[in-house]
């Protein structure tokens, strides 16, 4: 399921996101949109390929596909809340610590693959007092291996070995994803329109007459912003 948008990278060039739509749709649209003369250098989407599969077939085989770095976290918070049901030592404030780690390891490591991939190793040892793979610039425990850890229990390193090796394992099998992980994009504007659109004209509503105004006006809005009444006016 997909949802289109597109985003200026320069004069004529556009990453466009997709989510929550079907995938012939998609491929519609980037057709559509091709025909116009714009040139699109990628889509961001979540990790279905059946879009970016007719994409290449059908219009562009050079075309990227970025990942949604918000459906990348949502993944790993699933799977942090699942280890939760085997370890009752991973509780919510050290899913909240191991998930803020992870997306700060993210944002730093755009572009930098093999960055990402020491990061992961870093992930499953770092919060149980090993420091072999992490990094100067972040880790104050490599110059002091007593420093306390604000966002864990009683500021003390985890001690369940076994917590430790299913933490592994969820971030070893991440790193074969490693090129992934180091391009990720948002759809998070698409979800924005969406709830403007959702304001203007509720699904639970039927606006039969008055429905392109009202997409209309959140289209002024996602562009202009609220001022857009004035300038109608």
């Not at 320069?10 to 996101?17: A, E, P, Q, T, Y």
Request: charged share 20%.
């Amino acid at each position: 399921m997909y949802n289109i948008s597109l985003h200026y990278l320069d004069g004529n060039n556009f990453v466009g996101s997709a989510k929550s739509m079907e995938p012939d749709m998609v491929v519609e649209m980037v057709g559509n949109v091709m025909q116009q003369g714009v040139k699109m250098e990628a889509i961001i989407a979540d990790d279905d390929t059946a879009a970016i599969s007719n994409i290449h077939r059908n219009l562009d085989p050079g075309l990227k596909k970025y990942s949604d770095k918000n459906h990348i976290k949502k993944n790993i918070s699933n799977s942090l809340y699942n280890l939760q049901k085997k370890h009752k030592s991973l509780s919510t404030k050290v899913i909240n610590y191991m998930k803020k780690s992870f997306n700060y390891m993210l944002s730093q490591n755009q572009g930098n693959p093999s960055a990402i991939e020491k990061g992961l190793s870093a992930l499953s040892l770092h919060p149980f007092g090993n420091h072999a793979e992490c990094s100067g610039e972040w880790c104050l425990h490599r110059e002091d291996p007593t420093k306390k850890y604000n966002s864990l229990p009683y500021g003390k390193p985890l001690t369940n070995t076994e917590l430790r090796e299913d933490l592994a394992q969820i971030f070893d099998r991440l790193k074969k994803h490693s090129d992934k992980l180091s391009q990720l994009g948002s759809t998070q504007s698409n979800e924005s329109f969406n709830k403007t659109v959702a304001s203007k004209a509720p699904k639970t509503h039927l606006y039969s007459r008055s429905i392109g105004y009202r997409v209309a006006a959140s289209v002024a809005q996602k562009n202009i912003g609220q001022g857009y009444l004035m300038q109608v006016i």
